[in-house]
């Protein structure tokens, strides 16, 4: 009944009714695979690194303008990865020859990155998958799958590592000690962390047999997946406990009475028990891939809040679904999605794909960003996990220098771990839990500096907060009051 209702309401209100709010999360998958999103070709020569850096900030800074905050960058792809590891090797699609060094640490890169632009980057991590049993007829010999023969099942012409055997567990967590040791990213992403589609056919009878120990099998496969996660968190948050953990999982948790649509589930279809998953406390963000539209959409954002244990949920929408391949979407279906999981009180959205926005299909980038993030946003706070509020920032300093505004200020203590945000108000006080006010977020240093109309004469009000790895603001810094136009201060 309160899924109708809200619902009801939904339908009856004008559109842009529902207001930013000041904590949301804006995040955007960049795809690797298959270059789908980032590089357009892989690095071969010295210019194709150059290249491939000015390709990746661009896509940054068009993300930025719109206000996003998360960068979801597709880390591991299939059983590859787009950094020098020990363990797995370079992916092709960024660097030409997978045993090859492409002269540069992308994902080293790619943080720094966004870093200098007041993004996150979370490190997305396809789990099981490893590709195509065949490429052009010929067998599938990455050294991956060499290296974890033993490991490996064939099922429907691709190959996947098997979740039920204890020592893949083992390879993968490796995989995230390595990644999590030594880069600063901000969060760690999984995908496919699940069995495949038709998974009651998963050849997995001979681990079932071993490992089984008299569970019904279904049971056994989502402990499997349930153990994976336990142990991923607890290393994650062992080496460094302000990185956010997050899943993509299947758009609809289970089943809801009287919707005789839905059929792929999580629980059921895939054995995915992310509500598990939140209720023990081993996930900070869930991410359902919710790519349908009307009773397959807005019913299951309200199931999923029901779910949510009081960790956040943020509904991944799909872009790609306006290509008229893939269903032809009107951008109206995107913008009411996203309008309805801010009715509905989730934490944000998600979108798949970044090149779907880059491309302004339809004009969804240029709708999303006058629409619905026209100002910037803070990152809601991760506060099970810290609640301690940084020390307040000096009184900002405040000086015109022709065309722009220069924004300064003094911080105590060390605060290369921190992130700044500078509000600005014609009105004293400044409120800060206005988004209207918040001219800058997460930014990486104690200054920042804004274009401005030396013609137009007026004044404002200016703070700054602080805001620490685990999203958690400070109080605000007094206020300077800076009078701006061409008039002599």
């Excluded at 960049?30 to 290249?51: E, F, K, M, Y």
């Excluded at 195509?132 to 974890?148: A, Q, R, V």
């Excluded at 799909?318 to 913008?335: A, F, H, K, P």
């Excluded at 220098?401 to 605060?415: A, C, H, K, N, R």
Aim: proline letters at 7%; aromatic letters at 14%; hydrophobic letters at 35%.
């Amino acid at each position: 009944m309160k899924q109708i209702l809200l619902f009801l309401i939904f339908v009856s209100i004008p559109f842009g009714f529902i207001a930013q709010t000041k904590y949301e999360i804006r995040a955007a998958w960049l795809t690797i695979n298959h270059a789908l999103d980032w590089p357009d070709s892989p690095v071969r020569n010295q210019g194709d690194i150059t290249r491939q850096k000015q390709e990746f900030c661009r896509i940054l800074d068009e993300l930025k303008s719109a206000n996003f905050n998360v960068v979801f960058l597709q880390t591991r792809i299939r059983g590859n990865v787009i950094y020098p590891s020990a363990i797995e090797p370079w992916s092709s699609f960024v660097n030409w020859g997978s045993s090859l060094n492409p002269g540069y640490d992308p994902l080293a890169f790619a943080i720094e990155a966004c870093h200098e632009r007041g993004l996150e980057c979370h490190a997305w991590f396809v789990t099981f998958p490893l590709g195509l049993e065949k490429i052009n007829g010929k067998p599938n010999n990455s050294p991956t799958i060499i290296k974890n023969k033993g490991l490996v099942k064939k099922f429907r012409g691709e190959l996947y590592l098997d979740p039920g055997n204890p020592q893949t567990r083992i390879y993968l967590l490796s995989l995230v000690k390595e990644i999590v040791s030594r880069y600063d990213i901000d969060g760690f992403h999984f995908d496919y962390i699940r069995y495949p589609d038709r998974a009651s056919d998963f050849p997995d009878q001979d681990s079932y047999s071993k490992y089984g120990q008299k569970q019904g099998i279904e049971l056994w496969r989502r402990n499997n997946i349930n153990q994976l996660v336990y142990a991923a968190y607890d290393t994650i948050k062992s080496l460094k406990p302000w990185v956010v953990v997050s899943s993509s999982v299947l758009g609809m948790y289970q089943k809801i009475p009287g919707n005789v649509r839905a059929h792929w589930t999580a629980y059921s279809s895939v054995f995915q028990d992310p509500v598990d998953w939140l209720s023990r406390g081993k996930h900070d963000w869930i991410v359902p891939m919710m790519y349908y539209s009307d009773d397959l959409f807005f019913p299951f954002v309200e199931n999923w809040q029901e779910h949510n244990c009081n960790r956040y949920v943020v509904p991944g929408i799909g872009l790609y679904r306006m290509d008229r391949n893939e269903g032809g979407w009107n951008v109206s279906t995107i913008l009411d999605q996203i309008r309805y999981s801010r009715l509905s009180g989730t934490q944000g959205n998600a979108f798949y794909r970044t090149r779907y926005l880059m491309d302004n299909m339809k004009g969804v980038s240029d709708s999303i960003k006058t629409g619905f993030y026209r100002y910037p946003s803070q990152l809601p706070p991760i506060y099970w996990q810290d609640s301690i509020a940084p020390v307040v920032p000096g009184k900002p300093d405040v000086v015109q220098s022709g065309d722009s505004l220069q924004i300064t200020w003094e911080y105590p203590e060390v605060f290369e771990k921190l992130r700044f945000s500078v509000y600005c108000s014609g009105s004293f006080p400044v409120d800060i839990e206005n988004p209207e006010n918040l001219l800058a977020a997460r930014i990486p240093d104690t200054g920042f500096s804004i274009p401005v109309d030396r013609n137009k004469e007026k004044g404002y009000y200016f703070l700054v907060t602080a805001v620490d790895r685990y999203h958690n603001e400070s109080e605000p810094s007094k206020v300077v009051f800076f009078y701006m136009g061409s008039l002599e201060k």
